[in-house]
């Protein structure tokens, strides 16, 4: 692709085709008169990361200048990567990452506890801390790019079912 086919979005400085309709990092529209999925009768205001839908205000808003609809708005969300399954067993962990990665997705494995010198995490319930918000601070979370979240949760719902 020559440099010039190339589109820095304004809100995020990501780089995007000059021809696509939005922003794939943060949900901004490049092009004016689109509608809302569930409003037609509205303009969306902006296009959701992880369903790549357009919602009016009624619809979505921005979360830490990113645009997701209602339904996704409470994902947690760390540098691009959407939380997608958390445990604090670390073979169920690396069994699941392994399972995206042969569906040809991209996850990451991440943990804000994670003991010097070795790649597995190590926890026992006793060591579970909450934040002040109820959440678990040391969980393992599997964390995917926003374009994978939804196909991501079909294959952990599937490997889960079929345990």
């Known amino acids: 692709m020559e440099k010039n086919d190339l589109y820095i979005c304004d809100k995020c400085n990501n780089e995007v085709n000059e021809d696509d309709e939005f922003c794939t990092e943060c949900g901004s529209l490049f092009e004016e008169n689109i509608q809302c ?21 009624k619809c979505g808003f921005e979360v830490n200048n990113l645009f997701l609809c209602n339904k996704h708005c409470n994902y947690e969300i760390y540098q691009n990567m959407v939380r997608v399954y958390g445990t604090l067993d670390d073979l169920e962990a690396q069994y699941l ?67």
């Open 37 to 57: 999925e569930n409003h037609k009768e509205n303009l969306a205001k902006g296009v959701c990361i992880i369903c790549s839908m357009p919602y009016c205000e």
């Open 97 to 163: 990452k392994s399972c995206l990665e042969k569906e040809n997705l991209h996850p990451i494995l991440f943990c804000k506890i994670q003991p010097k010198g070795g790649p597995r995490f190590v926890y026992s319930l006793f060591e579970a801390v909450g934040d002040p918000w109820g959440n678990i601070v040391n969980e393992i979370k599997i964390m995917v790019p926003s374009q994978e979240v939804i196909k991501s949760e079909q294959i952990i719902n599937l490997v889960k079912k079929n345990k």
